[in-house]
């Protein structure tokens, strides 16, 4: 599903327009990248958490050039659905 697609099924089940529509999804995901850009996590009872993971330094290797690359220690969006979620997709 397209965001397009998401922003169609809420106009048609709440009788909003899909203008209104789109900037509510678009506030809503700058607002979750935004507070998880902070360091902060966003919970949302029955769907999951935004939050970020750190990934360790580690030593790479170039296959192509067979050199070794230092890769630093750096920070990753993550996600982590809830039990409901889960549940449901099983």
Sequence with gaps: MTKAELITEIAIKTGYDKKTIGHILESAMSNIK?????????????????????????????????TTVEVPEHKIPSFK?????AQTVR
Excluded: Q, W
């Excluded at 902070?38 to 790479?60: D, Q, W």
């Excluded at 659905?81 to 979620?85: L, Q, T």
């Design 81 to 85: 659905a809830s039990n409901e979620f």
């Design 34 to 66: 935004k507070t998880v850009a902070n360091g902060e996590s966003v919970y949302l009872r029955g769907f999951g958490t935004f939050s970020t993971k750190t990934r360790a330094a580690k030593v790479a290797r170039n296959i192509l050039a067979n």
